[in-house]
C-alpha cells in the first residue's frame, strides 16, 4: 500500500512525501495531498501511478522527524490547504460491537434493549446491502470544520467547558469532491477521533455535543488500504510509562455496516457533494479506556497503531485551564 504524509517547514513551506523506510522521499512538484488529488481527478489517473514520475531526489530522515527533533514538521494527513472551512468533519457511531456495549451501558437501562443498541441491530440487519443497493442508514454525527484536526505529537485539547477528554482509535475515510458532485476516495487514515465520555454518559443525546473538539489523523495516509480485517492498539502512557492498553480490531469483518454503504449516507446530502470540498469522515471505534473507568490528565500520551497504517499516531491531552465562560450575542 501507498504511503503518503505531508510537512511543513518554516523555509521550504508545505511538502509531500513519499513513505519509504526509514526515509521520507519529497516530491517535487504538489505540496499538498489535496492538489495531488485535484490533478489525479482531473487526469484521470490513479494517484498510486502518478508517484513514480513526480519523485525528487530529495530524501529526509524519518526519525528525526516523527520524534520531533527536525525544523520539519508532520500535518495532518489530509486537508483543504488555505481554506479549513471547506474541510468537513465527521463521523459515525454504533458501527461495532464495542461502541454499541459502551453506549448501552451508558443509559443505565435494565429492560428491553436501549435506542443505541436498536441502532446497532439495524445496522446488524441491513447495513451490509448487495452491491448496487442502498442499506440502513448508520447513526452520523458532526466534529467541525477542518480547523479541529490535529497532526501527530499534537495536543488534543479539552474545551474549559468540557467535562472530560478520551482517546477513540478509529480509521476514517478521506475524501474529495470532483466536478459534477462526484465524491472520490483520496485513501484512508488512522485517527484519534477524541470524544467527551463523561457528558456524553449524561445523557446519550449529548452524543453531538460530546464530539465538538480537536482530533487527529496521520501521521500517514495510506492509498489503495485494504478495509476488510484491520488490527492494532492503543494505549495511553502517564509519565512515560503504560497506563492502559487494548487491541483493536476494526474493517468491514468487525463492523455491522460495509464502508460502501456508511459513505453512501454521508455523501447522499447534497450539500456534502460541492466539488472542492473536502471530507474526512470517521468510521467508528472498537474500544475505549473510559469502558474501564479511566479518566485521562493533563499530559497523558494517547497512541494508536492499526497494522499497515504506517507509524504510530501519538497525541498528548492538554486540559485548558481558563473556566468555562458565559458567551453573550449582541443584537444588531
Request: with cysteine; glycine share 10%.
Amino acid at each position: 500500500m501507498l504511503r503518503l504524509i505531508q510537512l511543513t517547514h518554516p523555509h521550504e513551506g508545505r511538502r509531500i512525501a513519499l513513505v519509504e523506510e526509514p526515509k521520507l522521499h519529497l516530491l517535487a512538484h504538489y505540496r499538498s495531498i489535496y492538489h495531488l488529488a485535484e490533478e489525479a481527478i482531473d487526469s484521470k489517473h490513479h494517484i498510486a501511478d502518478m508517484i513514480p514520475r513526480l519523485l525528487s531526489r530529495e530524501l529526509l530522515d524519518y526519525d528525526e522527524i516523527y520524534q520531533g527533533r527536525s525544523e520539519w514538521k508532520i500535518l495532518p494527513a489530509f486537508d483543504h490547504p488555505g481554506e479549513a472551512a471547506r474541510c468537513f468533519v465527521t463521523g459515525t457511531g454504533l458501527t461495532h460491537r464495542a461502541s454499541a456495549d459502551l453506549r448501552q451501558s451508558m443509559h443505565n437501562v435494565t429492560g428491553p434493549i436501549s435506542d443505541s443498541m436498536k441502532m446497532y441491530q439495524i445496522g446488524i440487519e441491513g447495513g451490509r446491502p448487495e452491491a448496487g443497493t442502498i442499506g440502513a442508514a448508520p447513526e452520523w454525527f458532526y466534529k467541525g470544520t477542518g480547523a479541529i484536526l490535529r497532526a501527530h505529537n499534537q495536543p488534543l485539547e479539552v474545551p474549559g467547558h468540557g467535562e472530560d477528554g478520551g482517546e477513540e482509535a478509529e480509521i476514517a475515510g478521506v475524501y474529495l469532491i470532483g466536478p459534477n458532485g462526484t465524491p472520490y476516495r483520496v485513501g484512508l487514515v488512522q485517527g484519534n477521533e477524541f470524544s467527551d465520555h463523561v457528558l456524553e454518559a449524561q445523557n446519550y443525546l449529548y452524543l453531538a455535543s460530546s464530539k465538538l473538539r480537536t482530533c487527529a489523523i496521520g501521521p500517514e495516509l495510506i492509498v489503495d488500504a485494504d478495509f476488510s480485517d484491520l488490527h492494532g492498539k492503543i494505549a495511553v502512557e502517564r509519565n512515560g510509562r503504560v497506563l492502559w492498553d487494548a487491541l483493536l480490531s476494526s474493517g468491514e469483518k468487525w463492523m455491522c455496516h460495509s464502508l460502501a454503504n456508511l459513505e453512501h449516507h454521508h455523501f447522499k446530502h447534497s450539500m456534502h457533494r460541492e466539488e472542492g470540498d473536502a471530507h474526512i469522515h470517521f468510521l467508528g471505534a472498537d474500544m475505549f479506556s473510559f469502558k474501564d473507568k479511566l479518566r485521562l490528565e493533563e499530559g497523558d500520551v494517547m497512541t494508536i497503531t492499526y497494522e499497515g497504517f504506517g507509524r504510530p499516531l501519538r497525541n498528548p491531552l492538554h486540559m485548558e485551564e481558563r473556566a468555562a465562560e458565559l458567551v453573550s450575542v449582541e443584537a444588531l
